[in-house]
């Protein structure tokens, strides 16, 4: 039976009408029109819909919206604005990280939580963090370089 939840979203209090068992990917995407995280694999398995839930990076793919009621969420807009990006946005474009770009919200968020962290991750701890994520393109040496890049800025 569809009920009112209430999240924050980026900051701001949303409140959706929805099943519990709604996925997040879905709520964010649908109801509140923010298109960063991207339906991948939608088992959780490929990292695209990653969000950050009070800091820690989950697959919104297979979040139930119920487990996030009341609590603080992430999402790749909620990291910058076109006007003053993020130290990670920036990185991922100065070291052209992106080919198709579909992996790169995942990477990103996964990168953000790692940094907030470990503010001066080793390049094996890097690697590691972003490992469950896939890239078809075979980007994996930019987009390290570009959360090198970001740790290098501070």
């Known amino acids: ?81 076109p006007d003053n990006l993020h130290k990670l946005q920036r990185a991922f474009i100065a070291e052209q990280a992106a080919q198709c770009g579909y992996c790169i919200n995942g990477m990103i968020m996964e990168a953000k939580a790692l940094l907030d962290r470990n503010a001066e991750p080793t390049d094996p701890e890097i690697r590691e963090a972003l490992a469950d994520h896939l890239c078809r393109c075979g980007t994996h040496n930019r987009i390290v370089a570009a959360v090198q890049r970001a740790v290098k800025e501070g």
């Open 1 to 81: 039976m569809p009920a009112p939840v209430t999240l924050q979203v980026n900051g701001r209090q949303a409140t959706v009408t929805a099943e519990p068992d709604t996925p997040l990917l879905y709520i964010l995407r649908n109801d509140l029109a923010l298109n960063g995280a991207k339906f991948g694999c939608g088992l959780g398995q490929c990292g695209a819909c990653t969000v950050l839930v009070e800091g820690q990076p989950v697959r919104s793919c297979v979040t139930e919206l119920s487990a996030v009621a009341g609590r603080a969420v992430t999402t790749l807009e909620g990291l910058g604005t």
